[in-house]
């Protein structure tokens, strides 16, 4: 069987190591990448470190407006369809390039499975949770990470189509912290192992409303210990562009980081601030305290057991939230075993099967 994987974005190439590695012997598995994400620190890094397959195809689309961008992309990934024939196509998450491949996937009648299907945010103002919805109603096989989002796709007459296959980036992430156990602290300089916090903020609500951007920034700079924002480009733009400094007081700037890094870095934090979904995760299977600064998540159960905590509107709970003590242990795996990668292949041959490829 054919499976071709079409990723773009930093979380995704995340998300494909596990499937690229679960591929293996199993199926012909080919990779498209779209470009949305371009510089070394975005794309490259997270190739070699993950040890993931030079991409089959690469459109090098870049940023722009997200029509543009998503129609860019729908015309390249047509054309390496139709070269490429595949009997399957895999997207990932809720990027643009998701949409843009399920888009094109399904005016070819290419059976379409979605990997992280089911995730709701209920804000239809975030460009993701469109993606998201739209992907999962073009998609003949539904790969849901939690039991959460198959409720969700139940709710959605989708339940059909729909497999639990648990969250892939579990699988990463343990494969990467059993290899960090034996390996130097990879931590920014300047810091002192349990006494900083991460953060990342990157999503348009927080970054695009320059008042918004510099009460955020402010409240960051003010909390009892450092902060280190690892910038994503956006960011920085934005910041740069309405001059405001990323570095004052307690914040200190630094470059996003590979993952490797950041899950070391994440590991030994009092905490992680952010607006990021995949880090909210990540801090919860870390077992860090985690502050996501939105008024919803996807990911309700990090929340439901403690381990997260929502502030939006009013910043200036904020350092109470940050500053909270660490939420009683569980044992609670809402996130699967790490065999998410796995099962996922399992159930891409066995609905080949059925449809005789
Ligand atoms: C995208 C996804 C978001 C995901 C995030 C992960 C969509 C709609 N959004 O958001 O769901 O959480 O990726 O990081 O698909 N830029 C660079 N270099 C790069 C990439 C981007 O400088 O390699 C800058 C450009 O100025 C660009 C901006 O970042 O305009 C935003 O990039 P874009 O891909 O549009 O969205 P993200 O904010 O990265």
Redesign the pocket.
Known sequence: MRILSVV????QFVKLAPIASAMEGRAEHLIAHTG????E???DVFFEDLGIPAPDFNLGV???K?GR?TGTMLAGLEDIFESVRPDCVLVY???????AAALAAVKMHIPLAHLEAGLRSFNRRM??EH?RVLTDHASDILLAPTEVAMQHLANEGLAARSVLVGDVMTDVLYKTRSVLEHRDALLPSGVTPGDYYISTI???DNTDDPARLKQIIESLSDLDRDVVLLA???L??IATRHGLSLDSRRLKVANPLAYPELVNAVMNSAGVITD???LQKEAFLLRVPCTTIRPETEWVETVNLGWNVLVSDDLSVLAAAVQRPAPAPTTESPYGDGQAARRTVDALLEAGADSGY
């Open positions: 773009g974005a930093r979380p949305q994400h371009y510089d620190i975005m794309s870049g940023s722009g997200h961008q998450g809720d990027t643009n390039s998701t949409l460009p993701e993606n990157h999503r348009p994503h480009p956006r920085v733009d990021s979904g995949g």
